[in-house]
């Protein structure tokens, strides 16, 4: 079991930044990718951004320039930077983090942190 906590998230006023962390634990020994996803109102969880354990990252378009994502192995722990926040950045963000073989792909979550946007 991989246990995933998140902070940071909050109410920022559109062009604000918000940094926001997860910080893994349990058996955390064999982790690869780890990814930020979104939830916004009324949309599907989507995909925010990806890092690998060497700190490739990938980040999905509508937020690439403005979110960058790193990686802290010794921690245990990715962060998520947004800069540029606009309102539809707005919705609960997740932590995923993927155990690799035999357990499913991207199979342990946090619970999730508020991030609204909004003048």
């Known amino acids: 079991q991989v246990q995933l906590k998140e902070s940071g998230g909050g109410s920022v006023q559109p062009g604000g930044s918000l940094r926001l962390s997860c910080v893994a634990s349990?058996?955390?020994?064999?982790?690869?990718?780890m990814a930020w996803h979104r939830q916004s109102p009324g949309k599907r969880r989507e995909m925010v951004a990806i890092?690998?354990?060497?700190?490739?990252?990938n980040y999905e378009d509508s937020v690439k320039g403005r979110f960058v994502i790193s990686r802290d192995n010794a921690k245990n722990a990715i962060y998520l930077q947004m800069n540029g926040l606009k309102s539809e950045d707005t919705g609960v963000y997740y932590c995923a983090a993927d155990r690799g073989p035999p357990y499913p792909y991207l199979d342990s979550w946090g619970q999730g942190t508020q991030v609204t946007v909004s003048s």
């Open positions: 890092i690998t354990t060497d700190g490739q990252a």
């Open positions: 349990g058996n955390i020994f064999n982790l690869n990718v």
